[in-house]
């Protein structure tokens, strides 16, 4: 069983930063993709960035890309988010989630294991 333990959600105001930050359980972390989602009240989850096992190829949601960027730690087992320039539109519910491959990945489905989520609120 695989543990995906979010941290580093707040309340900031638009243009500011935060990092997200998600630990996962388990001695395989290296082999499979992570991907980072979000979910507002009253929308569907959306993908936002995904990176590779390796960490040598990652993806972006366009709404978030120059302003997003994902990257990981294996010898930790650790994947961050930094978000700078937030929006309003941001606010959301932010998911850490792990591929069932090392390729990444904008499809929920393919995500097996998740975290609980961190909420992130950008005021205007």
């Known amino acids: 069983q695989v543990q995906l333990v979010e941290s580093g959600g707040g309340l900031v105001q638009a243009g500011g930063s935060l990092r997200l930050s998600c630990v996962a359980s388990?001695?395989?972390?290296?082999?499979?993709?992570m991907g980072w989602f979000r979910q507002a009240p009253g929308k569907e989850r959306e993908f936002v960035a995904a990176?590779?096992?390796?960490?040598?190829?990652?993806s972006y949601a366009d709404s978030v890309k120059g302003r997003f960027t994902i990257s990981r730690d294996n010898a930790g087992n650790a994947v961050y988010l930094q978000m700078n320039s937030l929006k309003p539109e941001d606010t959301a519910v932010y998911y850490c989630?792990?591929?069932?491959?090392?390729?990444?990945?904008?499809?929920?489905?393919?995500?097996?294991?998740w975290g609980q989520g961190t909420q992130v609120t950008v005021s205007s």
């Open positions: 990176i590779s096992g390796s960490g040598g190829s990652t």
């Open positions: 989630a792990r591929d069932r491959d090392v390729v990444v990945s904008r499809t929920p489905a393919v995500y097996d294991y």
């Open positions: 388990g001695r395989t972390f290296s082999v499979y993709a």
